[in-house]
């Protein structure tokens, strides 16, 4: 169809407290990378890079758990993040996209790579992501809700636009290609600051409550879905973004050939 990407995301058979599948060689992300290169070799495979969908807990990173307390171990789960994005390198990933927001990652798998040989592997890092009211259905796809608590001590609080433009700057430095503003419609203005201030390549994610609220105003019949969507992209574009990521990928290919 002309697609000029796709992003993974597994979903594994067996979930345990080291996330031992997210970096295993025959896991579910890497089978599926070396499978669509064979198969599609000019395509561009970006591979989610996370743990919670691996964790029996469904925190993105790994958990020290005492009574009704938890921690969430930074730099233990920097070293898994970094053997995964590694092992998806191995499969053949063109990008690798740390969605964790752990301090330091985006260093730590930009050496693990190029120490690896992958240096021609890129890295769009999750830079701005927000604690958001907007995730729910992809949750819930990708069986990772936490078991406990809530992932506010790692994502940004949405009030908070200073913090994320700091955590745009630090992962550039660090070595980010690409750097990412999630959700998309209420961080408009946090999308436009990132492309305005840094200038470098930008993507933003157009979240699964963002989708499922346009598909339910369709199906009521209040909206027309084409033109809701062109609307949309439309805007995430003036703010500012160079990439979208959006479960509207195949219809936008037919509206925009007309
Ligand atoms: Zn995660």
Not at 45 to 57: A, F, Q, R
Not at 67 to 74: K, M, T, V, Y
Not at 137 to 158: C, I, L, N
């Amino acid at each position: 169809m002309g697609l000029p990407a796709v992003l993974l995301f597994g979903i594994p058979k067996a979930k345990d407290e080291k996330a031992s599948s997210a970096y295993a060689s025959n896991g579910v992300v890497q089978d599926a990378v070396r499978q669509i290169k064979q198969c599609a070799p000019g395509l561009t495979v970006i591979s989610d890079v996370c743990l919670c969908e691996y964790m029996s807990h469904g925190h993105c990173g790994v958990a020290r758990i005492d009574g009704e307390h938890f921690d969430i171990l930074n730099d233990e789960s920097v070293e898994l993040i970094a053997k995964t994005a590694v092992s998806h390198a191995q499969a053949g990933a063109d990008f690798v996209a740390p969605s964790d927001m752990m301090d330091g990652r985006i260093g730590a798998v930009r050496a693990a790579l190029d120490d690896a040989g992958f240096d021609q592997t890129g890295i769009i890092s999750y830079a701005a992501k927000f604690a958001s009211a907007f995730y729910g259905p992809f949750r819930e796809a990708a069986e990772s809700p936490p078991q406990f608590g809530d992932r506010s001590s790692y994502q940004m609080d949405p009030a908070n636009a200073d913090e994320a433009l700091h955590e745009v700057e630090l992962d550039l430095a660090e070595g980010a290609d690409i750097v990412l503003v999630k959700p998309a419609l209420p961080y408009l203005d946090i999308l436009w600051r990132v492309r305005e201030r840094f200038g470098r390549p930008t993507a933003v994610y157009h979240v699964s409550v963002e989708y499922a609220l346009i598909k339910d105003a369709t199906e009521k019949g209040m909206l027309d879905e084409r033109a809701a969507v062109l609307e949309i992209m439309t805007s995430l574009k003036r703010a500012g973004a160079d990439f979208i990521i959006t479960y509207w990928g195949r219809e936008l290919i037919q509206w925009l050939r007309g």
